[in-house]
């Protein structure tokens, strides 16, 4: 079991950078894929950005790439979004997600991939 923490969001205006951060305990930690989604006021959760356990792949959405970065630091058991260049329309809660890996290349994008879940962090960004 991993339980997941997220931080970091706040009131920002457009143009601006935010990290997140997302804590996780469990001593599996390090053998899980992770990543973030979001869910903007109205609409649907959708998919952000994944981690494979191994790092070796990353994936994000077409939305966020180029702007937002997601690492992590398995010796921290924590998981972070580094994003720059903030839009209004990025608006919504941040939730940090983990599942087993079946692969070290293991990084999903769809919410049922996904087995924990954080309680998510507000990202509002002001035009």
């Known amino acids: 079991q991993v339980q997941l923490v997220e931080s970091g969001g706040g009131l920002v205006q457009a143009g601006a950078s935010l990290r997140l951060s997302c804590a996780a305990s469990?001593?599996?930690?390090?053998?899980?894929?992770v990543g973030w989604f979001r869910q903007a006021p109205g609409k649907e959760r959708e998919f952000v950005a994944a981690i494979s356990w191994s790092e070796g792949t990353i994936r994000y959405s077409d939305s966020v790439k180029d702007r937002f970065t997601i690492f992590r630091d398995n010796a921290k058991n924590t998981v972070y979004l580094q994003m720059n260049s903030l839009k209004p329309e990025d608006t919504g809660v941040y939730y940090c997600?983990?599942?087993?890996?079946?692969?070290?290349?293991?990084?999903?994008?769809?919410?049922?991939?996904?087995?924990?879940w954080g309680q998510g962090t507000q990202v509002t960004v002001s035009s």
């Open positions: 997600v983990g599942t087993p890996a079946i692969n070290k290349s293991y990084a999903p994008v769809r919410t049922e991939s996904y087995a924990y």
């Open positions: 469990g001593h599996t930690f390090s053998r899980n894929a």
